[in-house]
């Protein structure tokens, strides 16, 4: 594996560069797990990062050729005083340590030097200019997936939902929104609040793991389980309200509520658990529908809409009809991706 161990190893680094600005799927597997094994990992990254971010804001389409010529002068002028501030205790023990030294020098450089390599190159590409582009991941019914941002933040996705964000997302902000059901390990950033806006509701958290539910036939609601969040709503009579892990907040009409959640109940999803209790069997079927990608027909069912319960752990489902069939007292029968649950006679009286 190959090793980085100054700025300069990430700044020459076509993947890290492609990662940085482009969001690569091959590297963003990669790129998260480098920068958590170690702070120096992390403090390389955030510095490499915020000079390429610099660099992108004064022209985009300079070539590598051109990038590390304006980079030999960047070294070249920043080495002499690099070396007299490494000599110096009295800086060693100051606010910057040598990393922030170097890295501000860089940038402080990048703003004069840059400038004068791209009047020159400039005239090739002057009016092209890039548009910001909307990236949506999505998934059909009975998909989940897994999802690494540019941050370092990972998703679980569940089926029948979607997150969309612009494609600056990491660098000028991390602003998503989010149809149906995701959760999330927030990558710490002090600078950029992590926001997820979820129908009406909008999440904020620095780093933090929690639970949202979005789907168009329920509350929107989030569940904390490490960190703090704030949640508020875009209907500003409404009072936000802060959770702690354990907490959870939905969304109605009369405003914010703040409670408990069970851990099972509204995070097994994601560990394939299916659970559900004292749930209404019309919402029941909804969640089938949603989690094994079928549709599902009554035939003769009963007048009143019973309640049930639930565990599954990967089951299939034949395990959970044959399961719920036995309790409610129906027979099923699977057309491919239509199911038909025929109620006997007993079960309508």
Not at 161 to 178: P, Q
Request: net charge neutral; charged share 25%; aromatic share 12%.
């Amino acid at each position: 594996m190959k090793s980085y161990s100054k700025i300069e190893d990430l700044l020459f680094d076509q993947s890290f560069k492609n990662w940085v600005f482009e969001n690569e799927p091959a590297d963003n597997l990669y790129w998260p797990k480098w920068i958590a094994a170690c702070e120096g990992n992390y403090k390389l990254y955030k510095q490499a990062k915020l000079i390429l971010i610099a660099l992108s804001n004064q022209g985009k389409d300079m070539d590598d050729s051109i990038q590390r010529k304006l980079f030999d002068r960047i070294e070249n002028s920043i080495q002499p005083q690099s070396k007299r501030m490494v000599a110096n205790e009295q800086w060693k023990d100051g606010i910057w340590n040598y990393f922030w030294f170097r890295t501000a020098a860089i940038l402080s450089f990048v703003l004069i030097a840059s400038i004068a390599f791209l009047n020159i190159y400039s005239n090739k590409d002057e009016s092209i200019k890039e548009e910001i582009v909307t990236i949506i991941k999505s998934n059909p019914k009975g998909q989940k997936s897994k999802l690494y941002l540019p941050d370092g933040t990972t998703v679980y996705l569940n089926a029948e939902s979607e997150i969309a964000y612009k494609d600056n997302f990491g660098k000028d902000h991390r602003d998503i929104d989010l149809k149906g059901e995701a959760f999330f390990e927030v990558a710490h950033d002090t600078i950029l609040p992590f926001r997820i806006q979820s129908g009406e509701m909008v999440t904020v958290a620095l780093g933090t793991s929690f639970n949202i539910n979005a789907y168009q036939d329920k509350h929107p609601s989030v569940q904390l389980s490490t960190g703090k969040v704030r949640v508020y709503s875009l209907d500003s009579g409404i009072k936000d309200v802060f959770l702690l892990p354990g907490e959870e907040a939905v969304l109605k009409s009369t405003g914010l509520s703040k409670g408990s959640f069970n851990d099972l109940y509204a995070l097994g999803w994601k560990d394939g658990i299916l659970t559900f209790t004292q749930m209404r069997f019309s919402e029941v079927t909804k969640l089938l529908e949603r989690w094994y990608a079928v549709e599902i027909f009554l035939k003769n069912p009963p007048k009143k809409d019973q309640k049930v319960s639930g565990e599954f752990k990967d089951a299939s489902l034949k395990n959970v009809l044959e399961s719920l069939g036995y309790t409610m007292g129906f027979d099923y029968s699977i057309n491919r991706k239509k199911i038909t649950l025929e109620f006997k006679n007993s079960a309508n009286e």
